[in-house]
């Protein structure tokens, strides 16, 4: 099993429609966990990171499920530009403290007009 | 601050060569973590440095792959021989402490005929 794993897509989606990402990790034991979005050809960049109670910027919610150890992401009225791939990561850590994280292997939106 | 830099952006070589790929992570993070990214496997973690040190290298393939971390500002990742197998975008993060956001170089993105 991976240890993070997301549905690849692609979801093809209208503009302002409202769509949802899911992703399940392994290890019961992770500490912090991030969306990225990574476009065409670019490097990810952090999209938001997820917190146990929840946590929203502007169009775009995310949430954590600890006991069933899935982390979600849920983006509202969704616009052109937010055609890329999601990417969820989870900070599997160390002993001492050390940071590694685990990315999974993405899921594609696409939103057309 | 630029950002995490690499070099080169992009790298075209013979089967059995020798190839380096160089970062300079963002200054003060003590977190420096090598990444691979392919269409099969998507972004898979190489090896991660914390303070120079090499605490994982788990993710490296093969013994030809290796990388060195001299100092604080520099770290080269080495292909010898290069295989045409190793064809990848190679991405560089670096990140301040542990649980906090990784910051991405634009990659190299590595041919190998």
């Known amino acids: 099993r991976k240890e993070v794993e997301q549905d690849p897509g692609p979801f093809n989606v209208p503009e302002g429609a409202t769509v949802a990402f899911n992703c399940t990790y392994s290890n019961s034991a992770s500490q912090s966990f991030f969306w990225y979005r990574q476009d065409c050809r670019k490097e990810p960049k952090l999209l938001m990171s997820v917190y146990s109670s929840g946590n929203e910027d502007g169009r775009f919610t995310a949430q954590l499920n600890r006991a069933s150890q899935y982390i979600s992401l849920l983006i509202r009225d969704s616009k052109l530009s937010d055609s890329a791939t999601y990417l969820c990561v989870v900070n599997k850590g160390f002993s001492g403290g050390y940071n590694k994280l685990i990315f999974g292997a993405g899921t594609r939106l696409a939103v057309h007009p | 601050d630029a950002g995490v830099i690499q070099s080169p952006r992009h790298e075209v070589t013979e089967m059995g060569q020798e190839v380096t790929l160089r970062c300079k992570p963002i200054?003060?993070?003590?977190?420096l973590f090598w990444y691979r990214q392919t269409m099969m496997r998507g972004l898979e973690l190489l090896i991660y440095?914390?303070?120079?040190?090499?605490?994982?290298d788990s993710g490296m393939p093969e013994d030809r792959f290796s990388a060195k971390m001299p100092n604080a500002s520099f770290s080269t990742l080495k292909i010898q021989p290069s295989e045409p197998r190793d064809s990848a975008v190679y991405f560089c993060?670096?990140?301040?402490?542990?649980?906090?956001?990784?910051?991405f170089g634009q990659g190299t993105r590595l041919t190998v005929v």
């Open positions: 200054s003060g993070h003590n977190s």
């Open positions: 993060a670096s990140s301040l402490l542990v649980d906090t956001e990784a910051f």
């Open positions: 440095f914390n303070n120079n040190v090499p605490i994982d």
